[in-house]
């Protein structure tokens, strides 16, 4: 085949990817990635698009915890974009995988400084950054501070991430990243003891996540059994339950929370 129809099949496979990934089927995310990647390999395709074929990659195979496969993929996307000027949007999505695989397999440190390089970067590349990017470092970033105490940057950082998705055009209400934030603060909210206010959010939080990734979304089947005791608006948690879903929130390893 030619160049041109290598791209297209490129293109095709990425695409399934990201829709495969989206949908919580991880296993044939990697299949598509792999076969991507062979067609950037294959037919001699610019060095960006196998980053963004390593990249998308790693993280279906972080999504399965499988960490040591995952890294070094990253990393060499990291390296091919870094020698291009014009590819500062990738590499701050290169960082933002990085410091999510960091952070699920417990290098809180190591994280946060990806997290924190991938904003720089994501700031820098202006409007060639997605905002969905933003928006997830912020809730990333977000969660590092909780893990580490700090509730008034958690708070700051939740509250800044639900303005600029709520300002954004690109995002809104209405999406998947405004749920998975407000999930965030549902936790965030009950560990603080302000029972009310979380269970107030819970229902809006779940029906989004719920609606745009579906019931059998493994990140949803995780947010279901965290936040179950929130689901009668009266409930009132107490220490055990608010323990439980703290516990359940760290055994997670799809970044939902």
Request: proline share 2%; with cysteine.
């Amino acid at each position: 085949m030619n160049e041109n129809e290598g791209l297209l099949r490129w293109q095709t496979r990425m695409a399934v990817g990201r829709m495969a990934y989206g949908a919580g089927y991880y296993a044939q995310a990697i299949r598509h990635f792999r076969l991507a990647l062979t067609l950037v390999e294959s037919n001699g395709l610019a060095d960006t698009l196998r980053a963004r074929s390593q990249t998308g990659l790693a993280k279906s195979l972080a999504a399965l915890g499988r960490y040591a496969e995952a890294e070094p993929l990253i990393l060499e996307a990291l390296k091919i974009d870094e020698a291009n000027p014009d590819a500062l949007a990738g590499c701050a999505e290169d960082y933002h995988q990085l410091g999510l695989l960091c952070w699920r397999s417990g290098r809180d440190s190591e994280s946060l400084n990806y997290a924190l390089k991938a904003m720089e970067l994501a700031k820098r590349a202006g409007a060639d950054a997605p905002d969905e990017l933003r928006a997830k470092l912020l809730k990333h970033l977000a969660v590092l501070s909780e893990q580490a105490g700090n509730a008034a940057q958690t708070e700051h950082y939740l509250n800044q991430a639900i303005d600029f998705i709520t300002c954004s055009n690109q995002l809104g209400k209405n999406s998947m990243i405004y749920g998975d934030v407000l999930l965030v603060k549902v936790l965030f909210l009950a560990e603080q003891g302000r029972y009310e206010e979380a269970a107030e959010l819970y229902p809006q939080a779940m029906q989004l996540v719920s609606m745009m990734r579906g019931l059998d979304h493994p990140r949803v089947e995780e947010a279901i059994n965290i936040f179950k005791d929130l689901e009668q608006p009266s409930t009132i948690l107490n220490a055990a339950q608010t323990e439980k879903m703290e516990s359940l929130k760290n055994s997670s390893h799809h970044g939902i929370v």
